[in-house]
């Protein structure tokens, strides 16, 4: 199993650019989330998924919008890049997002925006 | 969000050492989750703790859910080189509702 797996690792972007960062999963967990990192302020949740057709917002969603058209993916884009979304982006996955599940961390994806 | 508060920030230890780190909160949790992350990875689970009291082992790993459901600790013994990356610990109050804490980052020096 390849886990979680995320692309790319490393992105700068131009503010009012856009882009899509990938995630994929192969280990046939419903749940999925995306969490931004930024320094002193440990991991904050953007968006998550419950199953497939099924997104929710989290503590931090603006300026970023989520689908889930398939059990293994959830790509999170940015409409419209901001310097203040410069951050490091963590996409996990869990069986069923409940008590007791242990979510699994993607490697990251370094995103710059200027 | 929620506030979970990390102490220390970083530590400095010779390898060999005891390390103790925890987090508090003002918010009640169900669940408290320690994690470690190493440079340029995404953050791995340690331990889980799923009741007030409870206290748990994980090897060298020592973790304890505060009683009053606000608080942690974490406790390394006999630090290791490998021991090196930012710790965070995680309240749960709900499914998907995970909050991360700060971090506290460990350095030991061989």
């Known amino acids: 199993n390849a886990g979680v797996t995320q692309t790319p690792k490393f992105q700068v972007l131009k503010t009012g650019q856009s882009m899509t960062l990938q995630c994929a999963q192969d280990?046939?967990?419903?749940?999925m989330s995306w969490y931004r990192q930024d320094p002193g302020m440990g991991l904050r949740l953007i968006h998550y998924?419950?199953?497939?057709?099924?997104?929710d917002q989290g503590e931090v969603p603006n300026g970023y919008n989520v689908s889930r058209s398939t059990t293994e993916d959830f790509p999170l884009r940015l409409l419209s890049a901001a310097p203040s979304q410069t951050s490091v982006y963590f996409c996990?996955?869990?069986?069923?997002?409940?008590?007791?599940?242990?979510?699994?961390f993607g490697p990251g994806t370094r995103l710059t925006v200027t | 969000g929620q506030q979970l508060n990390q102490s220390p920030q970083s530590m400095f230890i010779q390898e060999g050492e005891d390390v103790s780190m925890n987090c508090t909160s003002s918010?009640?949790?169900?669940?408290w989750l320690w994690y470690k992350q190493d440079p340029g990875e995404g953050p791995v689970l340690l331990i889980a703790?799923?009741?007030?009291?409870e206290l748990t082992s994980n090897g060298r790993l020592t973790a304890q859910f505060g009683i009053t459901r606000k608080d942690s600790f974490l406790n390394i013994s006999a630090s290791i080189p490998s021991d090196v990356g930012i710790y965070f610990c995680?309240?749960?109050?709900?499914?998907?509702?995970?909050?991360f804490g700060t971090g506290t980052r460990l350095t030991v020096i061989p």
């Open positions: 998924s419950v199953g497939a057709g099924i997104t």
């Open positions: 918010s009640i949790f169900n669940t």
């Open positions: 995680a309240g749960q109050t709900g499914a998907n509702n995970l909050f």
């Open positions: 703790l799923y009741k007030a009291g």
């Open positions: 996990a996955s869990s069986y069923s997002g409940s008590f007791g599940d242990e979510q699994y």
């Open positions: 280990m046939n967990h419903e749940y």
